[in-house]
Every structure is written in C-alpha cells, then in structure tokens.
Nanobody
Framework: EVQLVESGGGLVQAGGSLRLSCVASRFTYDHYAIGWFRQVPGKEREGISCLSRSDGSTYFLDSVKGRFTISRDDYKNTVYLQMNALKPEDTAVYYC???????????????WGQGTQVTVSS
C-alpha cells in the first residue's frame, strides 16, 4: 500500500508561491507526524517543516520561517505545505515524510513519498 503521495510541484518565478499536498493512508495519517524534506543533488536531504500529530505543533527550518506554512485536512488525510516568497535556493525535490515524531532527520523517516520537483527561476 502506498503510504504517501505528493503533488503540487512545478516551475515558478522568484517571489511566487506553490502549495504542495501530501495525501497519506489513513493509518499513516493517524499515527505519524507528517513533514516535508527537500534535497538538491550532492547534498543531504534536509527537513524543512513538520506537523506533530500529538499536539499540532509545527516546525520549520530557519531558512523557510515566515515564508512557508504547514497545515492539515483531517477529512482528506492531507498535509499541505504552502510556500510563499519562493527563492531560487528553494529549488529542490520535495518529499513528504512520516516520522514517529518531528525530528527533521532523514534517517528517522519511516515512510517517504515519491518526491516532487520545485524549480524557482530568478
């Protein structure tokens, strides 16, 4: 069973916005924290945002604070990453991820989505 399915990536100009969606299986949505990582070639996959399942706390990488928000729709088993004021350095493959708790650490991720490309042109 596919646990996480992302959508919403694409090409956008600097300063623009995109919204990524992550649809989770019911079990995954109910039992794990859902977050987002990104990766560029040659670099480690980094955690950029996470939504705690236990208390709804949110976490953001410093470089995206104030520009990205994370939210969820319990009826749709979906977590969203709203990305505003995008910069060329945000260009990466973005992955939805399920963890026991929000750690931002790639090796603690239990399930990964397939990834979606986000490209920000200058």
């Amino acid at each position: 069973e596919v646990q996480l399915v992302e959508s919403g990536g694409g090409l956008v100009q600097a300063g623009g916005s995109l919204r990524l969606s992550c649809v989770a299986s019911r079990f995954t949505y109910d039992h794990y924290a859902i977050g987002w990582f990104r990766q560029v070639p040659g670099k480690e996959r980094e955690g950029i945002s996470c939504l705690s399942r236990s208390d709804g706390s949110t976490y953001f990488l410093d470089s995206v604070k104030g520009r990205f928000t994370i939210s969820r729709d319990d009826y749709k088993n979906t977590v969203y990453l709203q990305m505003n004021a995008l910069k060329p350095e945000d260009t990466a493959v973005y992955y939805c991820a399920a963890e026991q708790i929000c750690s931002g650490t790639y090796y603690r991720v239990i399930y990964w989505g397939q990834g979606t490309q986000v490209t920000v042109s200058s």
